[in-house]
T-cell receptor, first 112, second 115 residues
Framework: AQSVSQHNHHVILSEAASLELGCNYSYGGTVNLFWYVQYPGQHLQLLLKYFSGDPLVKGIKGFEAEFIKSKFSFNLRKPSVQWSDTAEYFCAVNSNTDKLIFGTGTRLQVFP | NAGVTQTPKFRILKIGQSMTLQCTQDMNHNYMYWYRQDPGMGLKLIYYSVGAGITDKGEVPNGYNVSRSTTEDFPLRLELAAPSQTSVYFC??????????????FGEGSRLTVL
């Protein structure tokens, strides 16, 4: 069965610091990969997604993620975080099934 | 365009009571999902449906039931509420073809407390 691991459970940064959140999945076949963000009190929104092609994917609000097939990873990055990036971030994987499986999430707190 | 609408937004139940969480989408999406979100656990898939009349179990289906009589509606039923079902429930939908995006569109969530 496919699974998703997010090893950073809680990340605290100051504004302008760089961000990298880890995501690893366990499935050997073709995968579709997603990062979702959940701002406090809101529902999940899509940040970016990877289906095929360029493994470096750019999303909204300056976020990007790199798919490294050999490492089964899809890490999320942002060069300079803002206070408004405070949220919970979820990695998700779909492996040509009807189900989208989520990681446990990473809570990001950004202090001014 | 309302997207995915869930009701109620909040509900408190007593142990053993039953209730239905409603979910409606107006995007003509074939796929619909129910997830529960618990602190530190991420989102766990309860049930999903690939179209009207077709439902299947997800990761944590015990204690829940679903039906899909129309494309638009995908209600989630709790028959005998237990404290372990205290959670935030999210309904989501997506189009049939994965190359249309594959992303899920989420509702606002329903916070359920079982006392």
């Amino acid at each position: 069965a496919q699974s998703v691991s997010q090893h950073n459970h809680h990340v605290i940064l100051s504004e302008a610091a760089s961000l990298e959140l880890g995501c690893n999945y366990s499935y050997g076949g073709t995968v579709n990969l997603f990062w979702y963000v959940q701002y406090p009190g809101q529902h999940l929104q899509l940040l970016l997604k990877y289906f095929s092609g360029d493994p470096l994917v750019k999303g909204i609000k300056g976020f990007e993620a790199e798919f490294i097939k050999s490492k089964f990873s899809f890490n999320l990055r942002k060069p300079s975080v803002q206070w408004s990036d405070t949220a919970e971030y979820f990695c998700a994987v779909n492996s040509n099934t009807d189900k989208l499986i989520f990681g446990t999430g990473t809570r990001l707190q950004v202090f001014p | 365009n309302a997207g995915v609408t869930q009701t109620p937004k909040f509900r408190i139940l007593k142990i053993g009571q039953s209730m239905t969480l409603q979910c409606t989408q107006d995007m003509n999406h074939n796929y619909m999902y129910w997830y529960r979100q618990d602190p530190g656990m991420g989102l766990k898939l309860i049930y999903y449906s690939v179209g009207a009349g077709i439902t299947d179990k997800g990761e944590v289906p015990n204690g829940y039931n679903v039906s899909r009589s129309t494309t638009e509606d995908f209600p989630l039923r709790l028959e005998l509420a237990a404290p372990s079902q205290t959670s935030v429930y999210f309904c989501a939908s997506r189009p049939l073809r994965r190359n249309e995006g594959g992303e899920l569109f989420f509702g606002e969530g329903s916070r359920l407390t079982v006392l």
